[in-house]
């Protein structure tokens, strides 16, 4: 499966998504750098049909109705969309996510997915407490357990502070498993992880070990990166397969 995004735009004003071209399939990850708060929801609505672009189009392929978009992308931890409410402890979130999932969903079915996950010690922490790392995995890994769910977009995980190679192999594990894997973060971020990614031994690797992370850490999927048209420049740097261009947002 890809979906494509080309020269999509939306809302008004200082955080409006500027013309942004940008595509993601199946097996791979695509790393998007988009800047200020509003702008990475936006792009993850739109990149998951939840959202028409106010210019621009949404493709799939293959081809598929809007409803059938919506249900096979999952929007992990989008500010005001599919973030968390501050508070609500890990345990709660799990319980919530599995009755989403029509999983069961009892107190013995959260713990046995909390160890599954790596994660049963923070069971009872709120989420804003829970180490980032812990939290990406464990709310995509929830959100891959939705049936349909082929792509998966995480949305701005680097504002919850914590080092990006340490939370990238998270994007990695769900692309080594089929998922279409888009990851909208800020520039600094990419270009931290192009960077590290573009070492002849890659250093990308989690500091706080995961089970499925800790079994996936010395592979490498394919990053794929389509051009987006700049007003200034768009900077090229190499990969781990293939060498395109780092997808920038459109600063028009």
Request: negative net charge.
């Amino acid at each position: 499966m890809r979906i494509d995004l080309i020269d999509v735009t939306a809302g008004e004003g200082a955080d409006a998504l500027r013309p942004t071209t940008v595509g993601f399939e199946s097996g791979a990850v695509t790393l998007v750098a988009t800047e200020t708060a509003q702008r990475p929801t936006l792009l993850a609505l739109i990149a998951s049909g939840r959202m028409i672009p106010d210019h621009g189009s949404v493709t799939r392929d293959p081809e598929a109705s809007g409803d059938e978009l919506r249900a096979s992308v999952a929007v992990v931890d989008a500010p005001d969309i599919s973030e968390p409410a501050a508070g609500l402890r890990l345990d709660g979130i799990v319980q919530e996510e599995l009755m989403f999932a029509e999983l069961p969903s009892s107190s013995k079915a959260v713990l046995e997915t909390l160890d599954t996950l790596g994660a049963r010690e923070f069971a009872r922490t709120p989420i804003e407490h829970v180490p980032v790392t812990v939290r990406l995995h464990v709310l995509a890994e929830l959100a891959a357990l939705r049936q349909d769910v082929d792509a998966i977009v995480l949305t701005s995980p680097d504002r919850h502070g914590g080092d990006p190679l340490e939370w990238y192999p998270v994007a990695e594990g769900l692309a080594e498993r089929g998922y279409a894997v888009l990851v909208i973060a800020g520039a600094a971020s990419v270009a931290l992880l192009d960077a590290a990614l573009a070492e002849p031994e890659p250093t990308v690797a989690p500091k706080h070990v995961l089970p499925e992370v800790a079994a996936e850490e010395d592979t490498q999927p394919d990053v794929v990166r389509p051009n987006v048209v700049e007003e200034a420049e768009v900077s090229e740097e190499p990969i781990v397969v293939e060498e395109p261009e780092i997808v920038e947002e459109d600063t028009k």
